[in-house]
């Protein structure tokens, strides 16, 4: 039985961009089997364990993942994003992450440095707290993970 998680419970945004909708049927050699809604369920279970919830939601639309990012300010204590291919063209995406006063984390499926020339630069990537690529599927949850560390401070530096 699933339960629901308690509005007091700290929020973590995760937001999706372009061609994410297509997980699971795209390129899986690269970005792995699993659907968005796989990753989703498996989040919402990880979350829960770890004390936290989540809002998971994805847009192809840059405006969209930039208002969902404002919104991310004001209600949650960390955002995870994976811009997908914004990651390397966005200012707006790099201006509103600089622009929320919560810990974001960067993710990508794939190792983004190991691929294309083009795909080599992040800009989101500048103004996140961390980033997180090359796990595929795995990556959201050791994001979590990290989200989790971030707003706990728990760390050892
Ligand atoms: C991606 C990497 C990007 O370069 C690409 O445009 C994507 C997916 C990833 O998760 O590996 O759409 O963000």
Redesign the pocket.
């Known amino acids: 039985m699933s339960t629901i998680p308690d509005p007091l419970t700290p929020l973590v945004c995760i937001l999706n961009g372009?061609?994410?909708n297509l997980l699971g049927a795209r390129e899986p050699e690269i970005?792995g089997a699993r659907t968005l809604a796989d990753i989703e369920t498996d989040c919402t279970a990880h979350a829960a364990k770890l004390g936290l919830r989540t809002d998971f939601r994805q847009s192809n639309h840059e405006g969209a993942l930039v208002d969902w990012l404002h919104e991310a300010g004001a209600t949650a204590v960390a955002a995870i994003i994976?811009?997908?291919?914004y990651?390397?063209t966005s200012i707006a995406l790099h201006d509103a992450i600089k622009s929320i006063p919560i810990p974001v984390i960067e993710m990508?499926?794939?190792n983004?440095h190991a691929r294309e020339a083009f795909?080599e630069q992040s800009l989101t990537a500048r103004a996140a707290t961390a980033v997180i690529?090359g796990f595929g599927a795995d990556g959201y949850l050791l994001a979590l993970d990290a989200a989790k560390r971030l707003t706990q401070k728990v760390r050892n530096q």
């Open positions: 372009p061609n994410l970005y994976n811009a997908g291919a990651s390397h990508h499926l794939s983004i795909r690529c």
